[in-house]
């Protein structure tokens, strides 16, 4: 039975109920050095049990510090964070830091022994009261990940994405009740990311487990979270399901995070015939154009993404984003038409 009171460690401490499973409320941190840094400011959040959420934001904007926040590895400057409704232990309450519930697996691969095998990375986190259990668990759990193949290689002779699936793997065998897992994505080709992502949600459904990850690339987690939480400068912005999040956000920075969206002021919207008096956000797809000898805006650039192209439409005054698909011949130097099919407005 995994431990996930913290009487053990802080014995002052009072069960909270009513809340989510995992819960931080005020919650601040503070690295200090010559000049302070907030890593962290004041942010409330509450994360779901047996589901994937997905902590995204722009590079330096906390992440990573709430992740640890999370687990135990830093203590809050102010605020707290609790499991269970328990408060959860750092480095001041026990002697090796981290939740006894939770396993991290970081951006780098510090926990794995590069030069034994794959299998006794796994095997070597179970003990030998029972050898059949060991070795049936330790079988399972690379099967799970697709990695049983691998075995008896060497980790140091893998590649990036077998070595995160192996630490991966390490960090399952114990059964915890939560992942964290740190940019998992990072070192994995993004031929195989997919597949990786796909493992991981089945996990979740399979066994239950709640995992919490961080990520800077939002198309790397659309498809496999199950909420977001979105971070910038040190703060919460919003927390939502994906698809909330991508077609109605709160932010601008959200819209332009998820969407990659034209943000406009209102005096630019009213350039496109748009009455607001607020900011406005209009998603590239939502951009449609039509080449006319008559046409207002110009193709200045045209970016090729793949199945589509991502064309930039300027009229002097204002530049456009949007969308080319299915892709046709349109050159640079074509004068198109534009229609706005919907925007987002920021309040």
Not at 101 to 123: C, H, P, R
Not at 152 to 165: H, I, M, N, T, Y
Not at 218 to 234: F, G, H, R, S, Y
Not at 297 to 304: G, M, T
Request: aromatic content about 6%; proline content about 3%; overall charge negative.
């Amino acid at each position: 039975m995994q431990q996930t009171s913290s009487c053990q460690y802080i014995p002052t401490d009072q069960q909270k109920t009513g809340i989510p499973l995992i819960y931080g409320e005020h919650l601040s941190h503070t690295f200090h050095a010559k000049q302070n840094v907030v890593a962290v400011d004041k942010v409330d959040f509450g994360i779901a049990e047996g589901k994937i959420t997905a902590i995204i934001g722009e590079s330096g904007s906390g992440k990573s510090t709430l992740l640890k926040l999370i687990y135990g590895l830093l203590e809050p400057s102010s605020g707290e964070v609790r499991y269970r409704g328990w408060l959860v232990p750092t480095r001041k309450d026990k002697l090796i830091p981290g939740h006894d519930a939770m396993k991290l697996v970081s951006q780098g691969f510090d926990d794995l022994n590069l030069y034994a095998k794959v299998w006794d990375n796994i095997a070597s986190q179970l003990p030998n009261t029972n050898l059949s259990l060991k070795e049936s668990k330790t079988r399972e759990t690379l099967d799970r990940l697709n990695i049983l193949h691998l075995g008896q290689q060497r980790v140091a002779d893998l590649s990036g994405g077998e070595k995160q699936r192996v630490a991966i793997a390490r960090a399952l065998v114990n059964e915890p009740e939560v992942l964290l897992m740190d940019e998992p994505f990072n070192q994995v080709d993004a031929a195989f990311r997919d597949a990786l992502q796909q493992d991981i949600r089945l996990i979740v459904e399979e066994t239950g487990i709640t995992v919490l990850l961080v990520s800077h690339d939002p198309t790397e987690v659309l498809a496999m979270a199950d909420e977001l939480i979105v971070m910038k400068n040190a703060k919460i912005m919003e927390q939502g399901s994906p698809t909330r999040l991508y077609y109605e956000p709160t932010h601008s920075y959200t819209a332009q995070l998820l969407a990659k969206s034209n943000i406009l002021s209102s005096d630019q919207a009213a350039l496109l015939g748009i009455s607001s008096h607020h900011t406005i956000g209009i998603h590239q797809e939502d951009v449609a154009f039509e080449e006319h000898t008559q046409g207002e805006f110009q193709v200045k650039d045209i970016r090729f993404r793949g199945f589509y192209k991502e064309l930039v439409l300027n009229n002097r005054q204002l530049a456009l984003h949007a969308i080319l698909h299915p892709l046709s011949n349109i050159a640079i130097g074509s004068n198109v038409v534009v229609t706005i099919k919907k925007y987002i407005t920021f309040y």
